[in-house]
């Protein structure tokens, strides 16, 4: 198998998951995706550490 072929499997295998970009979606596809982008927030709250609002805010 060559690599073309993979990244075509690839991305049918994604339309699959998540639904076409260009088309309506079911909406298992729909909370496919909502998941897909909680998780990824998620980890990059969780990688970011103290710069995504874990400081005290300034005082006047």
């Not at 994604?14 to 909502?34: C, F, K, S």
């Amino acid at each position: 198998m060559d690599w073309m072929q993979a990244a075509g499997q690839t991305q049918d295998w994604l339309h699959t998951i998540v639904g076409p970009h260009n088309r309506a979606i079911t909406w298992w596809q729909m909370i496919n995706r909502a998941v897909i982008i909680f998780l990824f927030t998620v980890l990059l709250v969780r990688l970011g550490g103290k710069r995504f609002g874990r400081t005290p805010a300034p005082t006047t």
